[in-house]
């Protein structure tokens, strides 16, 4: 049979335990034909086979991002860009100056402002937006896309007022002392300004995808799971209708359309090898940023918070019932220890059902989890889908809030000891999606400049292997397609990524000079530097 494409070089690692390690590949249609030694790809070469020599490159499964917001991720490449500002000052200044841009009465949006970086640390007020821009409704999503940051237009325009009650699992922060709204949503609460906060057109949708997608062929990653709504869904099956999405896609739904799905007959694994649909999405809690995650005891900061339950425990069981009923997998958010608790009782209770039918439930983040329920989620065969980045740029700020608590904080040696596999993501655009890094957060715990040294609680530390396992196989796990990718294997897709120095075999802190040579999918390049 003759190869479309071989691939030949020194070290290829599969991450097949049958087969570990080979000097060449063969791939036709989109598919690996054959593994092994170089000089057996000759067999399968002709006229019409293109080859690639590696040197000393070395090869790799492509990487999956078990947990990003492709549209959030797109739309934040090309809006106003708040992240890493160290005071509320600059982040007003960068929205004025689109909004100077900008035709009076139109909506200005931005993303990224990070209060925890700013002196005090005080949420931000609609005053501050109302002095720079009194002619644009502004509203801004914070880096970690549980609190919004709204002007007087746009809480006007979103019909809110000092008389408008906090939703269930949301809270509209109010001024103490007059009880009129300072103008931070948090939670729930902001989906009352996501309703009227200037809708992208599809143009604007399917630049932003396109966006996304050529930046994470460029890491190295050729799919994704997707948390997305519906206008994110409705907008990635635009840009398949037209052949043009070259990133293999699973979405999750959220839990307010799953009623709609089942009724529909619609179950999990429906699409096909580009765009399917994997799961049912949910949020148990808050986030550590704004100290809205679901805690047993109050943060250390604030001794009368211990965060929000954005969706209450009977609510969890029930989701997790009718979605396992109807062969739906659950991905539940949970940061805090309590939310961790909370979701685990949940899968628990219906555990023979969901087990039964194959169905693999995630628990997406898993920030602070106690030892108890680290082995409970193990031995259950929950996914535990996880960001090595949020360590190594919370550990600052995990130490201020949780304190003490942080020995069991992303606890990922302690959940694969327990027998979890581990699926690790970026929850881009919360972080940057860049593999390199997040493998490096994950084996040494330390930031990029080294600190802290040896290692912030280093006894969670993982080895490279363990680390590109969980960007490889153990995503391919967590959406029921390790018979099809994953590895470099025969049979499977022929979905690569070429790296330009062997990251098995430097020391930790060259990870991060490492770059990505080369993205294939389907046995085509996506990506060459």
Known sequence: MQADLILTGARIYTMDEAVPLATGMAIRGGRIIAVGDAEDMRAFSGSGTDQIVLGDRIALPGFTDAHLHLLGYGLSLTGVQLDGLDSAAKAVSAVAERARRTAPGEWVRGWGWNRNLWPGAHFPTKQ?????????????????????????????????????????????????????????????????????????????????????VGSLHRRGVVGVHAPERTIGLAALQALWRRGQLSLRVGVMIPAEDSAHARAMGLGGGFGDEYLRLLAVKAYADGALGSRTADMFEPFETESHNRGIEVTDSNSLSKLVSECSAAGWSVAIHAIGDRANCRVLDALEEHWRMWSSRGLRPRVEHVQLISPDDAARLGTMGVIASMQPVHCTSDMLMAEKHWGPRCASAYAWRSLLENGATLAFGSDAPVEQPDILRGIYAAVTRTREDGTPDGGWHAEQCLTVAEAVHAYTMGAAYASGEESIKGSISVGKQADIVVLSQDIFDVPAQDLLGTEVEMTLVAGKVVFAA
């Open 128 to 212: 501050e937006l109302d002095l720079a821009m009194p002619d644009h409704p502004v509203y801004l999503i914070s880096k970690d896309m549980h609190s919004g940051w709204a002007n007087s237009l746009a809480l006007e325009r979103a019909g809110l007022g000092p008389e408008t009650p906090d939703p269930a699992g949301g809270q509209f922060v109010r001024d103490a002392d007059s009880g009129d709204l300072t103008g931070i949503l948090q939670e729930r609460a902001m989906e009352a300004m996501a309703k009227v906060a200037g809708p992208f057109t599809e143009e604007e949708q399917l630049v932003a995808l396109r966006s996304a």
